[in-house]
Structure formats: C-alpha cells, structure tokens
Nanobody, 119 residues
Framework: VQLQASGGGWVQPGGSLRLSCAASGFALYHYAIGWFRQAPGKEREWVSCISDSGSTYYRDSVTGRFTISRDNAKNTAYLQMNDLKPEDTAVYYC??????????????WGQGTQVTVSS
C-alpha cells in the first residue's frame, strides 16, 4: 500500500501548480483523500479532502484558489493550486482514509512534495 505525492516545485506568487497523489496496492475509489501541508516550524495542517463519493472540503484560506479532484480510473487524486501565495509554501502530503477528516488521523500517508512560492 503506497501513496506517492508529486508535482511540487517553485512558483512565483500568483502562479499555479497541480499536485498528484498516486495510489498503488489498493483501490483509491474506496477512500477519501486528504491533502495536508507543513511549513517550517509549524504543525502539519489539513488543507482539503475529497470523499469517496466526490464531496469536497477546503480550509478557509484556500477556498476559491485550490481545487481537489480524483480520477478513480487512474487511481490518482489531484490538488490544483491557483493564485498561490508565499504563505502556501510548505511540504504537501496526501493521505487516504475511509472518510474525510479535518484531523491527521488518516490510515495511509504519502511522502511529501515541496511547494515554494516566492519571487
């Protein structure tokens, strides 16, 4: 069972990135997928979640800028991030669990992918 997060990088403020979370060893469609992020010196925080049925949830600071989605045929979930701000700089993680949660209690975790927003 493995989750692989990718797609991070450096972008200027106002730019966009799309993160991917690819699952292997299990069928992603059974699970909710959450995205988290951890900035230097800060605790890991919940960013967004998409349920197995496609319901989506976002933290207030990213609502309207980030879009979570999933492609069950590809066993992959995505986080489209637009209008990025320096405060979005963090290591981003994806996680899987039977239900969406705003806590870190997810069954499976991927490794992080670094997102840096600066000019």
């Amino acid at each position: 069972v493995q989750l692989q997060a990718s797609g991070g990088g450096w972008v200027q403020p106002g730019g966009s990135l799309r993160l991917s979370c690819a699952a292997s060893g299990f069928a992603l469609y059974h699970y909710a997928i959450g995205w988290f992020r951890q900035a230097p010196g800060k605790e890991r925080e919940w960013v967004s979640c998409i349920s197995d049925s496609g319901s989506t949830y976002y933290r207030d600071s990213v609502t309207g800028r980030f879009t979570i989605s999933r492609d069950n045929a590809k066993n992959t979930a995505y986080l489209q991030m637009n209008d990025l701000k320096p405060e979005d700089t963090a290591v981003y993680y994806c996680a899987a669990d039977p239900i969406c949660k705003g806590t870190r209690e997810y069954d499976y975790w991927g490794q992080g992918t670094q997102v840096t927003v600066s000019s």
